[in-house]
């Protein structure tokens, strides 16, 4: 019975871990050809090296954590080129899943996403961490109202690749996206699957023209 205890704390303390790096990375807190020392960053986190191990092994094995020309593990550093080929494959992707969300996205979903907009519209300097959060939290609710686990992985991952080369980004917009995802609310709410879809569309092409001209 201990033996299984102390492997459950193990596992979840990995997972939380892996989460806490996990949140480091996405925010550039680790930013982009930082080296990973397991032992200072275990340190730091106050926890023994096996979750930290597992952690980063798992990091890497997503892809966030590469190895260097000398072998050191780091951030992997995501360039232009992969930020537009992971946007390109949502601008694929989530048009489709918010046309298909329309009809399991919760009436109740939909108005804690629009309160908390309205909190960021009216917010003359919003809390950067809550937009980023709220749009996290739009983006993967359509994802997973999409019906479709598929879909709404490859979505999660690649919105990994552009939140964290957005994130690093010299110039950012202080409330990105209002009106935009004011219009997908909408769609949403009005259970409309072509003006969802549309939505989406025009969102994610004034993402990206957005990060072309303060690139």
């Not at 597992?54 to 930020?83: F, M």
């Not at 994130?167 to 917009?173: A, G, I, T």
């Amino acid at each position: 019975m201990d033996d299984r205890m102390n492997d459950a704390e193990n596992e979840s303390l990995a997972e939380e871990t892996y989460r806490l790096l996990l949140a480091d990375i996405l925010s550039a807190r680790l930013a982009g050809g930082s080296v990973v020392q397991q032992r200072r960053l275990a340190s730091q986190r106050a926890v023994s090296r096996s979750p930290m191990r597992h952690a980063l092994s798992r990091l890497e094995g997503e892809g966030l954590l590469v190895r260097n020309e000398k072998g050191a593990l780091c951030v992997r550093i995501i360039t232009l080129k992969d930020y537009l080929d992971s946007l390109s494959m949502r601008m694929l992707l989530e048009p489709s899943a918010a046309a298909a969300a329309v009809a399991n996205i919760s009436a109740e979903e939909l108005k804690a996403l629009s309160v908390v907009l309205d909190g960021i519209e009216a917010e003359p300097d919003p809390d950067p961490e809550l937009v980023w959060r709220f749009d996290d939290a739009l983006h993967m609710s359509i994802a997973s109202g999409s019906g479709n686990s598929f879909m709404a992985a490859t979505i999660g991952e690649m919105r990994r690749y552009t939140t964290i080369f957005e994130r690093q980004m010299p110039v950012v917009r202080a409330k990105p996206g209002v009106a935009e995802h004011r219009a997908i609310l909408a769609a949403l709410s009005e259970r409309d699957p072509e003006a969802a879809r549309q939505a989406m569309v025009r969102h994610l092409d004034a993402v990206r023209q957005g990060v072309l001209a303060n690139y």
